[in-house]
């Protein structure tokens, strides 16, 4: 069976995080995707954690981890000779990815128009903190300040320390998959149409609207409750610390019975202040007491397999030694080893979704500027002087 | 131009988020999404609005559910009885999608199992959406949307500095795997388009949030070491934090992906000798000297409203942006400009604003052709149009239960 994105081509010339994560999920679920990066490499090449702790171009995980699969071309678009090169691969491509600036695309000479010109049938997918046009369209952004746009920093961390961004780079992981979204999109309406478009995503267009109920409650019914409630939406939803980490408790009215069993704490279930959500609500902090003294001499491990097998919603906070060591994700296949000539073995999540054994694949990441030559000549037909002019970078 | 999901007819069995608002984006970019609802287990978002329950026909009133399942059809019918199965199934021999997120065992037990399916319909798609994923020790684990992050791994390093973990302030999970359902059902589509095949898909919450964590992951398998939370700062990049603003808790972020642009901040606030102090002066000092600096920094952001010091600061080249809260993001400028919030007409609900298709696609943009289905509203389109049933059929439906235009609301109040 072959793989659901079979026989695309898609060029990346995205920097980071946002753009690269779409790409590698097209080149996971089987297109052929080039990476173009500027004369150095990707930026995120000199960001950590490096394996080891040095700097190296080729080790830093965050390279490692986004560019799974891809073919590398270090290309320096800013000069004509990268910008037509480039242009010829325009040509034989489905797709191509872009996070740059509005503003920085344009200098380029990049534009769609510039793109539709040689190749009617490409989709351009544009993934940007504020989007094409707009006040802000030009203005600079990146993932704390469009989590902090998007309002999910508002209502993320305690009314006392301040709106807090979570770990990692959520809201460019948030680009990314909203941009490969659009851009499946884009591929089914070209591949019937036999042409091509513009998919402009706005990373805080994406990320506003899902605050849980935030904005309908506040756009229908003018309500709006201010602040933020860190770890705790009530006494019965939320994260306790536990002997050895943390457990993470999401108790619906449904599941007070198998939760009060899987604790071996009959009197809760008994207790007539606990006996409906709306009773549990009106004795939050005593049942918060409850669950803080409970919770403190829990294992983790030995309490999320009991719990779980009586169907009581208690989980607990992987850390990535957890995640590693996941029976669950273990069983599944979803953890993957990935050799690299420099960093040597790592261990990788798998497909984002399932779609068939054969769905997904995973090659490693690519040496800096590895496919140069390679995709210079066979892809964009350059001769072999014309490739040494180009490939390389400024002389 | 015809939207790219244009003739794509969907059965949508999903409740609650994640499934409803993916499937509402399948509505929105041109498929005919089909809601199951039983008249007796609506979704429950119906009867999360904070609508009084003596307003007529109040669960067709959520704001909650009238967001994410606009662009669909409402088709009430028991999948607890026998003969509602069969006419899911019926339904499912009409249609490319069928998508459920029922917890992992919930489809076998009824005898609507991918197998099953495919046994009327070769060419289905079919999509589970489950926390854990059909398989492994922890398939039939409860997961509702809190836990999804937790067990993802991204609470662990999300947190103050210092400090323990941190929860997002919202179920992050469910609106992630509603976005993966799309990509994950127009690859399916090409898969078919190519092959004339059908799909199993599952999209497992818990590992599509994994995937944003992945250099985390990487990193420990190498390393062996675990990393705390940070708070708003970054590795090695400062500043990079949350300033406070003028104004009850308003806050600006400020980060500085490099020394022009720091040089650029220092000149905004009036300190442009800073650039050059070697506390400051390149990007490991900034970075060894950050609780110093950001302290400078807050004297100036302190001062000004967190909207005009994001304009001062961006016209002079420092990325910066306001903390928006949920009234501020309805009136920004941008999204405004972007027409992310549209209004809409609801024949029960009246008139409101909600947001648009997130997505500009140029040539087959996205559309809100239709409101919310009130419960069972296209039972009629569903039974005549679709199934093409007969009269005699219908009525013994409605006169079994198995479909019905008004819920059993007694189960909900």
């Known amino acids: ?395 | 131009m015809t939207a790219p999901l244009h003739g794509l007819r969907v059965v949508d069995l999903t409740m609650v988020w994640a499934g409803p608002f993916g499937t509402r984006m399948l509505g929105d970019y041109g498929a005919e999404v089909i809601k199951v609802e039983s008249p007796r287990q609506w979704d429950l978002l119906r009867g999360l609005g904070l609508i009084p329950r003596d307003v007529p026909r109040w669960y067709n009133r959520s704001g909650y559910f009238n967001h994410n399942n606009r662009d669909k059809y409402g088709f009430a019918l028991d999948l607890s009885n026998e003969t509602g199965r069969e006419v899911l199934l019926k339904l499912c021999e009409v249609s490319d999608v069928i998508v459920e997120n029922y917890r992992a065992d919930v489809m076998d037990k009824l005898g609507l199992d991918y197998d099953t399916v495919r046994g009327r319909n070769p060419n289905i798609i079919y999509v589970s959406m489950p926390g854990h994923g059909k398989t492994g020790p922890e398939k039939d684990f409860v997961a509702y949307g809190t836990n999804v992050e937790q067990l993802a791994g991204l609470v662990s390093i999300s947190g103050y500095e210092g400090e323990g973990p941190m929860k997002t302030g919202f179920s992050y999970g469910d609106p992630m795997a509603g976005t993966a359902l799309v990509a994950a059902v127009a690859m399916a589509v090409r898969k078919r388009n190519r092959t004339g095949e059908g799909s199993y898909v599952e999209v497992a919450q818990r590992e599509n949030l994994t995937a944003f964590v992945g250099e985390y992951l990487v990193d420990y398998s190498m390393n062996r070491e675990l990393r705390a939370p940070a708070g708003n700062r970054h590795p090695h990049i400062a500043p990079h934090n949350c300033y406070r603003s003028a104004g009850d808790d308003a806050w600006l972020t400020i980060a500085c992906e490099d020394d022009d642009q720091f040089r650029a901040l220092c000149t905004v606030i009036g300190r442009p000798e800073l650039a050059d102090d070697e506390r400051f002066s390149t990007g490991a000092a900034r970075k060894a000297n950050e609780a110093e600096l950001d302290a400078i920094i807050e004297a100036w952001t302190a001062e000004r409203g967190h909207y005009e010091a994001m304009h001062i600061l961006q016209r002079a080249g420092v990325p910066a942006g306001a903390v928006l809260t949920i009234p501020e993001l309805m009136s920004d400028p941008q999204l405004r400009s972007r027409e992310a919030w549209v209004a809409q007409t609801h024949p029960d609900a009246g008139t409101w604003e909600m947001e648009s298709p997130p997505w500009l696609l140029s040539r087959t943009p996205g559309h809100i052709r239709l409101p919310a289905p009130g419960f069972g509203e296209h039972n009629s389109y569903v039974l005549r149009e679709v199934l093409h049933f007969d009269e005699q059929t219908i009525a013994r439906l409605y006169a079994e239960g198995v479909t019905a235009d008004d819920p059993d609301e007694g189960l909900h109040r």
């Open chain 1, 1 to 395: 069976m072959p793989q659901p994105l079979e026989g695309l081509r898609v060029l990346e010339i995205g920097n980071f995080v946002s753009a690269p994560y779409c790409g590698k999920l097209f080149s996971g679920y089987g297109a052929d995707v080039i990476k173009i990066e500027p004369p150095g490499g990707d930026v995120s090449r000199t960001h950590g954690p490096f394996k080891d702790g040095v700097p190296n171009p080729e080790t830093s995980a965050l390279f490692l981890y986004l560019n799974t699969g891809k073919r590398s071309v270090e290309l320096p678009l800013d000069e004509p000779a990268g910008r037509d090169a480039f242009l010829r691969l325009v040509e034989t491509a489905d797709v191509v990815i872009e996070n740059f600036r509005p503003a920085d695309l344009r200098a380029l000479g990049l534009t769609y128009d510039d793109l539709s010109a040689v190749n009617p049938r490409v989709t351009l997918v544009s993934i940007t903190p504020f989007g094409q046009q707009g006040p802000y369209a030009d203005y600079r952004g990146n993932n704390l300040t469009t989590f902090a746009m998007a309002g999910q920093m508002y209502i993320t961390g305690t009314d006392d320390g301040g709106p807090l961004k979570n770990g990692g780079y959520q809201a460019d992981y948030q680009g990314g998959l909203n941009g490969f979204s659009a851009a499946m999109l884009g591929v089914l309406a070209a591949e019937r149409d036999a042409t091509g478009q513009h998919i402009d995503v706005s990373v805080q267009h994406c990320m506003a609207p899902i605050l849980e109920a935030g904005i309908p409650y506040y756009s229908y019914l003018g309500r709006w409750n201010r602040g933020r409630r860190g770890n705790h939406m009530a006494s019965f939803i939320g994260i306790y610390p536990c002997a050895d980490g943390h457990l993470g408790i999401h108790i619906m009215p449904r599941n007070w019975k198998p939760f009060t069993d899987a604790i071996d704490r009959p009197d809760l279930f008994e207790d007539p202040r606990f006996v409906t959500q709306a009773d549990r609500t009106v004795h939050n902090d005593e049942l918060m007491a409850e669950f803080y003294a409970w919770a403190a001499t829990e294992n983790k491990h030995e309490l999320y397999e009991r719990a779980g097998k009586m169907r009581a919603p208690i989980a607990f906070v992987h850390t990535m030694q957890d995640l590693l060591e996941s029976p669950q994700l273990n069983a599944r296949g979803f953890l993957t080893t990935i050799a690299h000539p420099v960093a040597g073995e790592a261990t990788y999540p798998g497909p984002p979704w399932w779609i068939g054994p054969d769905g997904w694949s995973a090659g490693r990441a690519p040496l800096l500027g590895e496919h140069t030559e390679q995709v210079l000549r066979d892809v964009a037909g350059l001769s072999s002087a014309a490739t040494e002019g180009v490939a390389g970078g400024r002389p």
